[in-house]
């Protein structure tokens, strides 16, 4: 690992600061479990200095403000996965901080983390942006709002300046006729990178017709995004193993019009079809 300065502020604005002053040269460390590894590699940038927000406890915590649950970055996914608000109003969530590495992991990587990383395997975004989540980004220069979905350039890109830190992270809670799920596909049970996931939100009527559905699969699309075509499918219908079918068809089909032809074409387009079917079977 090569040399650097190491920061610990205890505030935002210090935090800001010390960001417009080392600009592209500063990496900043949440919980660790990326970075950290970043830079151990041969060959890594380096970086000269590292800017810990982990004394910053206004980044820290889950609540609820009118109908939203507010996240906030440093955030652990095991603090998630505890979590009552979540496991009400955002099951989905809790549902995919469960599949997240070991405990060890869980309890020192974070959903800020998880975010700005923007690894094409990360859990907790497919479910974010199902739920319409919303992000605050703080520099010195101002704060601004990005639409989670619109947050995402490509696997490891974002519109995040190199000054902003993810300050919030916000969404509305599900009320009582939405329910939600998170399936997910890797080499092994446990300890494992996701090689495929899909969110799935659906709400229905008193007498079971489709009103809502947002399908958002993981590691399947350059960036993630839903499925409109998809959706659309299911909205005014009554749900079935042919209608859910119909959906996962139309998801596979979008990924190949993005992504073409390639060598694992052949295995991700039933795969992705079939995890769709299943995200929505379990929307009960």
Not at 258 to 276: H, M, N
Request: include cysteine; proline fraction near 6%; charged fraction near 25%.
């Amino acid at each position: 690992m090569k040399p650097f300065e190491y920061y610990a502020p205890r505030s935002l604005p210090e935090a800001c600061t010390l960001l417009a002053d080392f600009g592209a040269n500063a990496r900043i460390l949440a919980g660790g479990t990326d970075v950290l590894l970043e830079l151990r590699k041969p060959g890594s940038s380096s970086s000269k200095a590292v800017i810990d927000l982990s004394r910053i406890s206004s980044l820290k915590g889950i609540s609820e403000s009118g109908n939203e649950i507010i996240i906030q970055p440093l955030a652990t996914h095991a603090e998630i996965l505890d979590s009552k608000l979540v496991e009400q109003f955002a099951p989905l969530l809790k549902a995919a901080v469960a599949c997240i590495g070991s405990p060890q992991i869980r309890n020192r990587g974070t959903v800020g983390g998880n975010i700005m990383n923007a690894a094409a395997c990360a859990d907790t975004v497919p479910p974010l942006i199902a739920l319409d989540a919303r992000i605050k980004l703080l520099s010195s220069r101002g704060e601004r709002t990005v639409v989670l979905s619109e947050f995402f350039l490509k696997p490891y890109e974002t519109v995040a300046q190199r000054d902003e830190i993810l300050v919030e992270i916000r969404f509305p809670k599900l009320s009582g006729n939405v329910r939600s799920s998170f399936v997910k596909l890797g080499r092994r049970n446990a300890l494992s990178i996701a090689r495929l996931s899909v969110a799935a939100v659906i709400a229905k009527t008193e007498t079971g017709v489709i009103t809502d559905a947002r399908i958002v699969p993981g590691a399947a699309f350059p960036k993630w995004q839903r499925v409109p075509g998809a959706e659309n499918v299911l909205i005014g219908q009554k749900p079935s193993r042919e209608l859910y079918d119909q959906a996962g068809k139309r998801v596979s089909e979008a990924l190949i019009s993005f992504t073409g032809r390639r060598w694992s074409t052949e295995y991700k387009e039933p795969v992705i079809a079939v995890l769709v079917r299943r995200a929505l079977e379990a929307c009960k």
